[in-house]
């Protein structure tokens, strides 16, 4: 079965490839999540993200935004010492603070952010790596209105990874099984 070549390398990513990228994601909770994640693998490579959202999910109350934005400066200290999620002090913080961003948001999450979604017919299908964009001008507005409504961690690149993620844009490469 032929599949984007990013995920050949490890099972792990082949399941997410398969099963779970790419695939419109319109759910708020699950939109948070995604927030989260992106955000807490700035400078790291996804497949660590991958191996650690079992315990990201246990250590944030399965990104329930009210229970995320309730935790303390406490729960901050205990997982910087939690050896199995990133022990990113702003990471962490950012995820608590941008939980309270989303409840304080006058629309729900997953319409803000899918109203930056591209249309279809603007997106080509990408060959390889090479053709795929790191940053969109929907990307970018998504970036500026979520920094403008206090989110953290959520830069125009971040944005397009989970546009991609989310099912917002379809960067699988021509070829692929799930193109």
Known sequence: MARCSWSASDAEYRRYHDEEWGREQRDSRALYEKLCLEGFQAGLS?????RRRPAFREVFHGFDVEAVASMTEDDVE???Q????????????????????VL?????????MWSFAPAATDHRRPRAWSEVPAVTAESTA?????RRRGLRFVGPTTMYALMQ???MVDDHFEGCFRA
């Open 142 to 146: 998504l970036s500026k209105e979520l």
């Open 165 to 167: 993620a989310t099912g």
């Open 78 to 80: 205990r997982l910087l």
């Open 104 to 112: 304080a948001l006058d629309v729900p999450l997953n319409d803000l």
């Open 82 to 101: 939690d050896a199995r999620i990133i022990r990113h002090r702003g990471k962490i913080t950012a995820t608590i603070s941008n939980a309270r961003a």
């Open 46 to 50: 996804w497949i660590t993200i991958l």
